[in-house]
């Protein structure tokens, strides 16, 4: 059974910094497809940020060069390493997982929400101003 674990939500002011952590079990994340997500209140779930074979990283335009997707096979994880967060950064934040993925399409499809077939429970961000 797969099992993916967010950690690392919390509450921080504007500017400031956290670090989401997703830890696999029943899944290898080796050189997967995987994304973190978000939803916001009476918004649609929307893709932050994707990575395939460990190592290509994909983006949404408002996180680019804020945010940092990596992943550490020996410790099974995904992270999310957040900086200088705004309050448009609010949201419920959820690791996902692809059971088969090709990569030469990742590029274009990693925020496809329909492609991924495993979900964590979500942790919650909030940046106040």
């Known amino acids: 059974q797969v099992q993916l674990v967010e950690s690392g939500g919390g509450s921080v002011q504007a500017g400031g910094t956290l670090r989401l952590s997703c830890t696999a079990s029943g899944y290898i994340i080796g050189r997967r497809c995987m994304a973190w997500f978000r939803q916001a209140p009476g918004k649609e779930r929307e893709g932050v940020a994707g990575i395939s074979d460990g190592v290509s990283t994909y983006y949404r335009d408002s996180v680019k060069g804020r945010f940092t997707i990596s992943q550490a096979n020996a410790k099974n994880s995904l992270y999310l390493q957040m900086n200088s967060l705004k309050p448009e950064d609010t949201a419920m934040y959820y690791c996902?997982?692809?059971?088969?993925?090709?990569?030469?399409?990742?590029?274009?499809?990693?925020?496809?929400?329909?492609?991924?077939?495993?979900w964590g429970q979500g942790t919650q961000v909030t940046v106040s101003s």
């Open positions: 996902a997982a692809e059971e088969n993925c090709w990569t030469p399409g990742f590029s274009s499809t990693w925020s496809r929400l329909q492609d991924y077939h495993y």
